[in-house]
């Protein structure tokens, strides 16, 4: 296949433009990720948490009804809004990420992460939606730290 030199150039000057518009683009999506705030509630509104980027608490609120919650309750509390804002955070992450990067193999990924670290509603507090090898499994790193050695 002979290819002149116009069309080899025309070629690499649309590829490392083509990359420099997706390196924009993602460096929108990350700027847009690190402003999320997801709100979650329980109790009847009595505990508030806010999480942000990749649903890291930022902010716990409680209204004077918590004076009448036993400390139990109200640490329960805290946990299901926790809970609540943090299922809610994959969303915000797709809306982001589909409307400056689009669907690919990273976003893909990201979005995957994120589902699974933060499950929706409908799993049951104490689950582990995600799939677990067999103990014995030489790939299965999901018990150890990178800070332990793998111990």
């Given at each position: 296949m002979d290819r002149s030199l116009s069309d080899i150039e025309r070629m690499v000057d649309d590829w490392e433009r083509n990359a420099a518009e997706k390196a924009a683009r993602y460096r929108a999506m990350s700027s847009e990720v690190q402003q999320v705030s997801v709100t979650g509630s329980a109790a009847d509104g009595a505990v508030v948490v806010t999480v942000g980027a990749n649903g890291?608490?930022?902010?716990?609120?409680?209204?004077?009804?918590?004076?009448?919650?036993?400390?139990?309750?109200?640490?329960?509390?805290?946990?299901?809004?926790?809970?609540?804002?943090?299922?809610?955070?994959?969303?915000?992450?797709?809306?982001?990420?589909?409307?400056?990067?689009?669907?690919?193999?990273?976003?893909?990924?990201?979005?995957?992460?994120?589902?699974?670290?933060?499950?929706?509603?409908?799993?049951?507090?104490?689950?582990?939606p995600r799939p677990r090898r067999a103990p014995d499994d030489p790939e299965d790193f999901s018990n150890n730290s990178f800070m332990d050695g793998g111990r």
């Open positions: 890291i608490p930022t902010g716990v609120t409680m209204t004077a009804k918590v004076r009448q919650m036993e400390p139990e309750r109200i640490a329960a509390a805290v946990m299901e809004a926790m809970r609540q804002a943090q299922s809610r955070y994959p969303e915000r992450l797709a809306e982001i990420m589909s409307h400056t990067v689009g669907e690919d193999s990273t976003t893909r990924h990201l979005l995957a992460e994120a589902r699974a670290n933060f499950p929706g509603p409908e799993s049951a507090p104490g689950t582990d």
